[in-house]
């Protein structure tokens, strides 16, 4: 058990890190090593990962703040709560789903969202959106943001991700917001959404998995709280040019990882 609650502390400070640094939770990277490292069934695996990307997510904001300002995230609200209307109803939706799902066919979701996640990653890389928003009607744009947003809460719910890999390119292409402030932007939106599936969890037998692994548990978001840290302060360093497609081949490879795992 101490062996593993060490690696289990290893792979949260790495994880963590890469996580604080693009504006995710890290979860997408997570999941696989939960499911293929460290044994865990799928929703097992699904709900850990939900709870240690919570203590992720709600250490990114601050730890990104020296970079990204309070008073640019609270300029930008209104976006923020256009997608949390659509993402809060989107994660209590998919963590239902998760439930209800028999384990293989969780794994199959799971690979292919992963590599479908890749793909916009790309896309967003490919095709540069920031500086103005798709659609100029605001009714419109609305709207928009509302389907993406309750599409995105099902996706991370499904994964026990914090939706930031998704969220990041909605935010670029979408809206037109910068790619860093789009991350922690992205945690904004993140944080409440995750509660709201992890509260759908809580009702479900396998959510006792986290009191049965409490050191594990620990032991990993301690590493990840670090990383987070250590991927903050690098925010100002690494090129914006490297993010997505360090991002894009990290899903493809925890994709085959989980894949194969079936």
Do not use: C
């Not at 256009?82 to 066919?105: D, H, I, V």
């Amino acid at each position: 058990m101490q062996q593993k609650s060490a690696y289990g502390f290893l792979a949260g400070a790495l994880i963590g890190t890469l996580g604080g640094l693009i504006g995710l939770g890290g979860a997408e990277f997570r999941l696989p090593l939960l499911i293929g490292l460290f044994g865990f069934p799928a929703l097992e695996a699904v709900i850990l990962n939900k709870a240690m990307s919570l203590v992720v997510v709600a250490s990114a904001l601050p730890f990104r703040a020296g970079t990204i300002s309070w008073s640019l995230l609270a300029d930008n609200s209104q976006i923020v709560i256009n997608l949390l209307a659509g993402s809060l109803l989107g994660a209590w939706t998919g963590a239902g789903w998760a439930t209800e799902l028999r384990s293989k066919g969780l794994y199959n979701i799971i690979a292919t969202l992963l590599v479908a996640i890749a793909a916009v990653m790309l896309a967003s890389h490919l095709v540069d959106g920031a500086g103005s928003a798709l659609l100029e009607d605001p009714v419109l744009l609305a709207i928009s943001g509302a389907v993406a947003g309750f599409a995105i809460g099902v996706i991370a719910a499904l994964l026990g991700v914090a939706g930031g890999e998704l969220l990041i390119p909605t935010l670029v292409i979408l809206f037109g917001t910068d790619i860093k402030l789009a991350g922690s932007l992205s945690l904004a939106i993140s944080l409440p959404t995750m509660l709201v599936s992890f509260t759908r969890y809580s009702r479900d037998r396998s959510f006792s998995v986290l009191g049965a692994n409490k050191p594990f548990l620990f032991s990993m978001a301690a590493g990840s709280l670090g990383g987070t840290w250590i991927g903050g302060r690098l925010l100002g360093v690494v090129s914006e040019t490297i993010l997505i497609p360090m991002l894009v081949l990290l899903l493809l490879l925890s994709a085959f990882k989980v894949w194969k795992h079936q």
